[in-house]
């Protein structure tokens, strides 16, 4: 596949389906980015992944995003925190629960689908494809631990892409992206 720019893939994606049909029109899928090596389970984006943030933002500010949402974990707040301030949006955090991380995915997919505009999802390895899934695109392997630089394109009620943006991420592992 081609590289295309973020714009150019999510513009093309817009004419594929009426708007009507779509409330969101565009969901946007990311992990967060590379986080610091500092303990707990809290921490916060190393300097690598801070520049992906702002690619992240870079990436996104011509579109017409209406709404981010993150977990309470500063990793996916801080990943989202340079494209709310570069657009004036206040995330919405869903908290994860522990143990729960379907409960998890369902609850952030009826808040995407309770959404109008282009929406926002910065998650982390093990939600970003099942909430794809959970939004009906295709069931994909979880991310490596690895991966920072996917980026999920998704508009209802069946358009989909996968792009990279930022620095080039490793090699993924067997089993996962």
């Known amino acids: 596949m081609k590289t295309l720019s973020v714009l150019a893939m999510a513009g093309w994606l817009t004419s594929l389906a009426p708007a009507a049909l779509a409330a969101p029109d565009l969901v946007i899928l990311v992990r ?25 933002a870079d990436a996104l500010k011509g579109l017409r995003v209406s709404t981010i ?29 522990k ?13 995407v689908r309770a959404q109008s505009g282009t929406v926002v999802v910065v998650g982390h390895s093990n939600t970003v494809t099942p909430l794809l899934a959970a939004l009906g695109g295709p069931k994909l392997a979880e991310l490596c631990e690895t991966s920072f630089q996917h980026l999920f394109l998704w508009q209802p009620p069946g ?14 592992t067997p089993g996962c992206l």
């Open 69 to 97: 949402i993150t977990t309470q974990y500063r990793r996916t707040r801080d990943t989202a925190a340079p494209l709310a301030q570069a657009l004036g949006l206040q995330p919405q955090v869903i908290e994860t629960r």
């Open 159 to 172: 358009g989909w892409a996968r792009l990279s943006y930022g620095a080039p991420g490793q090699p993924p």
């Open 32 to 56: 967060h980015a590379e986080k610091a090596a500092e303990p707990g389970n809290d921490p916060a984006l190393s300097p690598e992944g801070a520049q992906r943030a702002q690619a992240l």
């Open 99 to 111: 143990g729960d991380m379907p409960g998890h995915v369902q609850q952030v997919a009826d808040t």
